[in-house]
């Protein structure tokens, strides 16, 4: 067990770091990962804007190390639906799609 990341990021054994807090912190644990040259997995939305996510982005490809972004609400309870709703054909065939979210909350 690690009482912080940065003992977590030192080990060698550590293969993938993905990082599952708020967005908030993203940046910080990213960024830290990044540094210590290990792959990051990070999940939607990325940063709290888009100088956090061009930051991160660029300090990974001056790493060189790999790193995704997950979409873990595709598997949110209305998202389900809406694939349910059209995988049935409910509003025919479909076209095009935009999404918008919105955060009630930005500080979370």
């Not at 030192?10 to 990044?34: F, G, M, N, Y």
């Not at 996510?53 to 997950?70: F, I, S, W």
């Not at 949110?76 to 919105?102: C, H, K, N, W």
Request: proline content about 5%; hydrophobic content about 45%; glycine content about 12%.
């Amino acid at each position: 067990m690690f009482s912080d990341h940065a003992s977590l990021l030192a080990q060698s054994d550590i293969d993938l770091v993905a990082v599952t807090v708020k967005v908030p912190h993203h940046r910080e644990l990213v960024s830290a990962a990044l540094a210590a040259g290990k792959p990051v997995y990070g999940e939607w939305r990325l940063g709290r804007d888009i100088d956090d996510a061009r930051a991160m982005a660029a300090l990974a490809a001056g790493q060189g190390v790999p790193t995704v972004v997950g979409l873990q609400v595709r598997q949110g309870p209305a998202i389900q639906f809406l694939q349910e709703l059209l995988g049935g054909g409910y509003d025919g065939e479909v076209l095009s799609t935009t999404m918008v979210g919105r955060q009630l909350n930005p500080a979370h």
